[in-house]
Every structure is written in C-alpha cells, then in structure tokens.
Nanobody
Framework: VQLQASGGGLVQPGGSLRLSCKAS????????MAWYRQAPGKQRELVAN???????NYADSLKGRFTISRDNARRLVHLQMNNLSPEDTAVYYC????????WGRGTQVTVSS
C-alpha cells in the first residue's frame, strides 16, 4: 500500500491550497480515507475523513474551511483548504485503514506572510 500526498507549499494567510493523495495497493473505492496533520511540537490530529460511500467528518475547528473529497476513478482523495491561517501550518498526512493503518509521507503546509 502506498499513499502519495502532494500539493503542500507556502501560502499567505487567507489563501487556499488543495492537497491530493494518490493511493495504490488497495481497492480504493472500498477504503475510507483521511487527512491528519501534525504541527511542530503538537500531536497528530484528525483533519477530516471520508467513507468509501462518501459521507464525511471534520474536526470541529475546521468545519466550513476545509473540504475532503474523493475521486474513485483516479484513486485520489483531496483536501481543499480555504482561508488558511498560520495555525494551519503543519505536515499533512494521508491515511487509510486496509487490514492495518497506513500513512503517507506527508506534505508540508506553511501559512506565513
């Protein structure tokens, strides 16, 4: 199983980024997917998840700014992040459970002016 995240970078406060995660080695359409993040000095936390059939769940503090979606045909899960603030600076990880938990390598998101 491989999870390859992309789309991170440096963005100014108030800006947007779209992260993508390409999954291989699983039957993607049957897998729930999730995004987590880990800020410096903090524990890794759930950002959002999406079930195989589409229902989504978000961290309360991120509702309304972040949107998770999936493209089963392309084996991709996306995280659209809007109105970013410096507090969103973190490494963002793609995650799935397929017999066991798998993590991607993460993509750095830095929000700074």
């Amino acid at each position: 199983v491989q999870l390859q995240a992309s789309g991170g970078g440096l963005v100014q406060p108030g800006g947007s980024l779209r992260l993508s995660c390409k999954a291989s080695g699983i039957v993607f359409s049957r897998a729930a997917m999730a995004w987590y993040r880990q800020a410096p000095g903090k524990q890794r936390e759930l950002v959002a998840n999406i079930t195989s059939s589409g229902p989504t769940n978000y961290a309360d503090s991120l509702k309304g700014r972040f949107t998770i979606s999936r493209d089963n045909a392309r084996r991709l899960v996306h995280l659209q992040m809007n109105n970013l603030s410096p507090e969103d600076t973190a490494v963002y990880y793609c995650n799935t459970y397929w017999g066991r938990t798998f993590w991607g390598r993460g993509t750095q998101v830095t929000v700074s002016s």
